[in-house]
């Protein structure tokens, strides 16, 4: 439901990063979603290019990558990719080894821009 | 001639967020407020809530009231005569750390020790936006269904006080009132919950004195 303002920092950011890095185009930006943000790739895709229109970023191809849930369960000390029966409204996270529901989430917040490929003279033309 | 180059960036929008609702703390802790971000359904109570606390809590008390376009919400809490910031978020479904930035500028923080930041009603969009609160306190009512812990689990996980609120309607709209109880413990065991009727006034003084407790921690 908030993808238009994850949408926003996102466009802001790789635009300012292209300029910080005298690009004349941006071609692709990778973003990294954590699953639990329950952001919707599709959604967040298609607002990010309505942002981008008139900017370096418009065109550009957008690659979301999916971050799974990692998890620290309190109750058997498990660590790693937690059972994620995740429907896109119902997200039930639960320890593979001991099926316990009190844990940490370690991983699988995250809204990552991680790079961008950018189109730029050539220092050397 | 051009040429492509690739620009790590790696930036977390969560993570900006994150590092804004510290610098909010730390703005409350020098001012010596305590701040309480008051999560919840649309209409599970927390205006009225607020309300009762501000009425029974003997501490000078402030309000930011996130709403989406309206100023109702603000106008109640002026009624009690408490410094009241409104913050509408347009189309955004949840308060984040930079509104609530620019809100603590409109308040009188000297004069405040308490601080409730009333959330935008949702159960889902606010859980990833700290804002720089003490704690948490989620309010929910029987009347959005027994299943709503269920289906929301992430707000309580990350909660410190739980409300299940109009547990004297309960009966007439078929909820279980402990079974929402049993689910938020399973969900966060160590957890405040408290079932309360802000109608009859049950469970008021027990979440006084838990707000309590955790100013007295502090």
């Known amino acids: 439901m908030h993808e238009l303002s994850m949408a926003d920092a996102i466009v802001k950011t790789a635009i300012d990063v292209a300029g910080k890095n005298n690009a004349q185009e941006i071609n692709e930006v990778t973003i990294e979603i954590g699953k639990l943000t329950l952001l919707n790739p599709e959604q967040l895709k298609f607002m990010i290019s309505v942002l981008s229109e008139n900017t370096l970023l418009e065109g550009a191809e957008i690659i979301i990558e999916e971050v799974p849930i990692e998890i620290k369960c309190k109750s058997c000390d498990f660590v790693g990719t937690a059972h994620d029966d995740l429907d896109y409204f119902v997200p039930i996270v639960k320890c593979p080894e001991c099926e316990e529901q009190d844990l940490k989430i370690t991983k699988g917040r995250e809204c990552n821009v991680k790079s961008i490929k950018i189109e730029k003279e050539d220092d050397d033309a | ?218």
């Open chain 2, 1 to 218: 001639m051009h040429k492509i180059a690739e620009v790590e960036i790696q930036h977390d929008i969560m993570l900006a967020n994150k590092k804004l609702a510290k610098r909010n703390q730390r703005i409350f802790d020098r001012a010596g407020v305590f701040a309480v971000d008051v999560l919840g359904a649309i209409g599970s109570g927390k205006t009225s809530l607020i309300e009762n606390l501000i009425d029974k809590m003997n501490y000078r008390i402030g309000v930011i009231a996130g709403d989406v376009i309206s100023r109702f919400d603000a106008g109640r809490f002026e009624n009690h005569c408490v410094p009241v910031v409104g913050l509408n978020t347009g189309k955004e479904c949840h308060l984040d750390a930079h509104l609530v930035e620019h809100a603590l500028h409109d308040l009188p923080m000297e004069d405040i020790e308490l601080l409730f930041i009333e959330n935008v009603g949702n159960l889902i969009c606010p859980v990833d936006f700290d804002l720089g609160s003490h704690i948490r306190m989620v309010v929910i009512s029987v009347s959005e269904g027994d299943d709503t812990v269920l289906k929301h689990p992430l707000i309580f996980k990350d909660a410190d006080i739980v409300v299940i609120n109009k547990v004297d309607i309960a009966e007439a709209v078929g909820a279980d009132e402990n079974k929402m109880v049993d689910d938020v413990l399973k969900l966060n065991p160590g957890v405040v919950v408290i079932k309360s009727s802000l109608k009859t006034g049950k469970g008021l003084d027990e979440i006084i004195n838990n707000i309590q407790k955790f100013m007295d921690e502090m």
